[in-house]
T-cell receptor, first 112, second 114 residues
Framework: SQKIEQNSEALNIQEGKTATLTCNYTNYSPAYLQWYRQDPGRGPVFLLL?????KEKRKERLKVTFDTTLKQSLFHITASQPADSATYLCALVSGGYNKLIFGAGTRLAVHP | AAGVIQSPRHLIKEKRETATLKCYPIPRHDTVYWYQQGPGQDPQFLIS???????DKGSIPDRFSAQQFSDYHSELNMSSLELGDSALYFCASSPLTGQDYGYTFGSGTRLTVV
């Protein structure tokens, strides 16, 4: 069955360091993959989208990589700040009408 | 810029009651999605609409139904509520053909069944 796996344990890092979050998937052949940020009690907020023919995508302090051979995406936040503390969700599109299927998310805590 | 509007923000219902959640998508977005998110869980897809027609269905109980109206707003109707229905319910919209875009989620409705 189709599965998206993210590290369920919280990631704690020091301010200024780079945070790296992992998303692995099985039994999917996604055309593209998306990353969202979610704060407690709020809706997910779109961050980045990367296509299957793109190895890397950047947006300000964010970087996403996509390895379709390994079936893995890495999400990096450089020069992390306490305001980056949130849950980060990996999502793949499934079906003809493009519904999003989410991973369980990884909670990131950036400490001053 | 206009976002996805959901109402109400909070809703408390008793078991076996009925609840109606509303969603107003971003103008010109032709697809609406409904998600349910339990405590500590990832959002689970319930149902979607494309151009006012149901386009896909996920793990939505038979007690739930939804529709999209001529003005593109959507409503999720939940009957015979159970304690396990307590969750955050999100609506998202996107332009179906705009695969370069992420999906825009509303702030959600927190449903508490007591």
């Amino acid at each position: 069955s189709q599965k998206i796996e993210q590290n369920s344990e919280a990631l704690n890092i020091q301010e200024g360091k780079t945070a790296t979050l992992t998303c692995n998937y099985t039994n999917y052949s996604p055309a593209y993959l998306q990353w969202y940020r979610q704060d407690p009690g709020r809706g997910p907020v779109f961050l980045l989208l990367i296509r299957e023919n793109e190895k890397e995508k950047r947006k300000e302090r964010l970087k996403v990589t996509f390895d379709t051979t390994l079936k893995q995406s890495l999400f990096h936040i450089t020069a992390s700040q306490p305001a980056d503390s949130a849950t980060y969700l990996c999502a793949l599109v499934s079906g003809g009408y493009n519904k999003l299927i989410f991973g369980a998310g990884t909670r990131l805590a950036v400490h001053p | 810029a206009a976002g996805v509007i959901q109402s109400p923000r909070h809703l408390i219902k008793e078991k076996r009651e009925t609840a109606t959640l509303k969603c107003y998508p971003i103008p010109r977005h032709d697809t609406v999605y409904w998600y349910q998110q339990g405590p500590g869980q990832d959002p689970q897809f319930l149902i979607s609409f494309y151009e006012k027609m149901q386009s896909d269905k996920g793990s939505i109980p038979d007690r739930f139904s939804a529709q999209q109206f001529s003005d593109y707003h959507s409503e999720l109707n939940m009957s015979s509520l159970e304690l396990g229905d307590s969750a955050l319910y999100f609506c998202a919209s996107s332009p179906l053909t705009g695969q370069d875009y992420g999906y825009t989620f509303g702030s959600g409705t927190r449903l508490t069944v007591v």
